[in-house]
C-alpha cells in the first residue's frame, strides 16, 4: 500500500492517490498527525522560504540577491508566502527583500527522486498579465509545450534537482527563471505543487517507481 500523506487538505494529494489507484497500485492518503514510517509526505516541509533561499546558495544553486536588511529599490517578501501574493500587495516592509531580477521566461521543474519528470512554462492567461510577476493570481498559467522546453536556460534541470536534494526533499517544484542575460535563477521550490492533468499522471508513475524500487509493492 502506498501512503500518501498531508498535513491537511490537499486536491493535489486527492488527484494523485486516485491516478496512481487508475494506474493499478493501491494507494490511500492520509491526513494529520505524524507521517507513517514509509509514507510519502505531500507538503508539510520546509516553507520558510528566506531561509530555503539560503540552502540554495550555499549549494551553488543560483538565486536572486536577499537580505533580511531592507534595501533600497528591493521587494519586500513574507517568509511564507504563497505564489506572489505578497509581491502584489507592493509591501513596504517584509520579513526579508530581494534584487527584482528582470527574466524574460519562467519555467516549473517538477522533479521526483532527482529525476527532471515534468516542464512547463508561465504563460499568459489574460489579455494583460502582471508584466514582473508570474503567478496565476497575476495573470499567468502553466503550459506544457516541448517548444518552450527547449527555452530552458543552460543548466536548468540541473539546478532543479540540486535545489530538491539541497532541501532534504524527495520531489518539488522549482520555479526558475532565465534572466535577460540568458541565466538560470532560482525564485523558490514547492513541496506541495498544484498538479492537474498529464501532470497527476508523471507524478503517479513515478512514485510507483519509487515504491517498486524500494521493494514495497
Not at 539560503?54 to 540577491?65: C, M, N, Q, S, T
Not at 506572489?84 to 500587495?89: F, G, K, T, V
Amino acid at each position: 500500500m502506498i501512503q500518501i500523506w498531508t498535513k491537511g487538505k490537499s486536491i493535489g494529494a486527492s488527484l494523485l492517490v486516485n491516478e496512481i489507484n487508475n494506474l493499478g497500485a493501491n494507494a490511500e492518503r492520509v491526513v494529520g498527525g505524524s507521517p507513517p514510517h514509509g509514507a510519502l509526505c505531500w507538503g508539510g516541509m520546509g516553507g520558510n522560504k528566506y531561509e530555503e533561499l539560503e540552502r540554495l546558495a550555499a549549494v551553488g544553486v543560483p538565486v536572486p540577491p536577499h537580505s533580511r536588511t531592507p534595501k533600497a529599490g528591493w521587494l519586500a517578501r513574507r517568509d511564507r508566502h504563497r505564489e506572489a501574493n505578497d509581491l502584489l500587495a507592493e509591501l513596504s516592509v517584509g520579513d526579508y527583500y530581494v534584487e527584482f531580477v528582470p527574466t524574460l521566461h519562467e519555467h516549473r521543474i517538477h522533479v521526483f527522486n532527482g529525476h527532471s519528470i515534468r516542464v512547463s512554462m508561465k504563460v499568459p492567461r489574460i489579455e494583460d498579465p502582471n508584466p514582473r510577476f508570474r503567478s496565476w493570481a497575476a495573470g499567468w498559467k502553466f503550459e506544457v509545450n516541448p517548444a518552450n522546453t527547449r527555452l530552458l536556460p543552460k543548466g536548468a534541470r540541473e539546478y532543479a534537482a540540486t535545489a530538491v536534494k539541497a532541501l532534504g526533499y524527495e520531489f518539488g517544484a522549482v520555479d526558475i527563471a532565465t534572466t535577460v542575460e540568458g541565466q538560470a535563477i532560482i525564485w523558490e521550490v514547492n513541496s506541495q505543487p498544484g498538479i492537474e492533468g498529464s501532470t497527476v499522471r508523471q507524478y503517479a508513475a513515478a512514485v510507483i517507481r519509487k515504491f517498486k524500487e524500494e521493494g514495497s509493492l
